[in-house]
């Protein structure tokens, strides 16, 4: 699926899959595993909730080395998986999100804060 959306978008940008730095897209349904956005939803939160349905989220593409920048002493960038289901068995892609720089990244890791992109109704 994502190997076909970066394919498509480098298509249609006349690039290669190298140099998607300005293309973004949009993904409706993601469900976040873990933890919560803020009220702004602009970074992650804790939360007792297992899981938090998103509402519509814009990824952009970005090289690797390239990290937005954050206000170190307020928020951090964190690193989370996101898998094609709840079975964690197909990583799809990472992603980077801003998270409180007051909650070490390793709590993130620890809770097993991911995305998923589906989810069987029940």
């Keep these: 699926m994502v190997v076909s959306l970066s394919g498509g978008v480098a298509a249609r940008e006349s690039a290669g899959l190298g140099s998607l730095d300005d293309c973004t897209y949009t993904i409706n349904g993601l469900v976040l595993e873990g933890a919560a956005l803020d009220e702004e939803g602009s970074r992650l939160a804790l939360s007792t909730n297992v899981r938090t349905t ?69």
Excluded at 68 to 75: A, I, L, N, R
């Design 54 to 122: 998103l509402g519509p989220a814009t990824f952009c593409w970005m090289p690797r080395d390239a990290v937005p920048e954050v206000d170190g002493s307020q928020e951090v960038m964190v690193a989370l998986p996101v898998y094609l289901n709840e079975s964690r068995k197909q990583l799809l892609f990472n992603v980077q999100l801003r998270a409180p720089a007051s909650v070490p990244v390793n709590v993130w890791q620890q809770r097993g804060v991911c995305l998923l992109a589906w989810t069987q109704a029940v």
